[in-house]
Nanobody, 124 residues
Framework: QVRLVESGGGLVQAGDSLRLSCVAS????????WAWFRQAPGKEREFVAI???????IYSDSVAGRFTVAIDNAENTLYLQMSSLKPEDTAAYYC??????????????????WGQGTQVTVSS
């Protein structure tokens, strides 16, 4: 069983930066995929970024160049560094984990384990 706990959300102004964290417990797999998704009110959960166990990262077009995903394996923590935030980035952000390589990485149903979410609100 894997438990994920996010933190770091908050209210910021457009152009600001914010770093989200996701701490995992119970993770034991040599091959895995971490992901960040977000969900705005009334919208479907949207793919943001992934990091594979090979350290390959993939970003959605809407955040590429502004967001960076990183991992601290010693601390079992996934990070999402968000820069140049825009009001349209406002959403609840969720980390997800799948203890395997996932060819289809941008679909929520791919992932078995989810955090509880952390709210990011960007004011204009």
């Amino acid at each position: 069983q894997v438990r994920l706990v996010e933190s770091g959300g908050g209210l910021v102004q457009a152009g600001d930066s914010l770093r989200l964290s996701c701490v995992a417990s119970g993770r034991t797999s040599r091959s895995y995929t971490w992901a960040w998704f977000r969900q705005a009110p009334g919208k479907e959960r949207e793919f943001v970024a992934i990091m594979r166990s090979t350290n390959i990262t993939i970003y959605s077009d809407s955040v590429a160049g502004r967001f960076t995903v990183a991992i601290d394996n010693a601390e079992n923590t996934l990070y999402l560094q968000m820069s140049s935030l825009k009001p349209e980035d406002t959403a609840a952000y969720y980390c997800a984990f799948e203890p395997a390589y996932v060819p289809i990485y941008n679909t929520p149903r791919t992932y078995e384990y989810w955090g509880q979410g952390t709210q990011v609100t960007v004011s204009s």
